[in-house]
């Protein structure tokens, strides 16, 4: 590998795991505007859980090259990528969506999984305290840590396609996973009090970016 190829592989790389971080910020100043704590455990539980679903995703990926013409990788690539990115950029607008017909997710049975309470985290990430003990347990945090995850499926999927180094993806998504989730929650915490903020956008613009350079 050429060091110009080594350097667009880790650019590439530190893009896609920043753009996944958005979320795990997002959702940790909620936790701080409403004065939840984040113990380090429920904290690297998080982090664990969204790096290993990029790990395994990226994996499936890599499985899948083998299967599909060589000719079509980097438009897979391009789809899935542009695909979820136009999705984050409206990511608000949707968890408005699922606030304001909570009455039809209610209704929905998925007991494996517990998907209903997932989605209802997806849009409510404060609501991850179920006990309402003003701490995250690890159980909660694994709750939360599923509903986050969700995008690294389909973001890590598409990226494998195109090789991305594994262990650097987990590795940098561990430690910016931890990163984004204490500043996420020390800022909503001391700075910012009873305030929300809306940035999914901004990951679904790094999305976009990432999909077109898989063209180029």
Known sequence: MGMETLLRSLFETGLLV???SVDSFVASFSYGANHIRMPFRSVACISGICSGSLGLSLLVGRGLRSYLPEGVLPWICFLLLAGLGIVKIFDSSLKALIRRHRDLHRQWQFSAFHFRVILNIYANPEQADQDRSGALSVGEATALAVALSLDSLTV??????DQTPVFAAVLLSFVLGLAAILLGRWLGDKL????????SWISG???LVL?????V
């Open 18 to 20: 920043i753009a996944l």
């Open 156 to 161: 890590g999927v598409g990226a494998g396609l």
């Open 192 to 199: 910012m009090r009873g305030l929300q903020i809306e940035v």
């Open 205 to 207: 613009l790094m999305l």
């Open 211 to 215: 999909a077109g350079l898989k063209l």
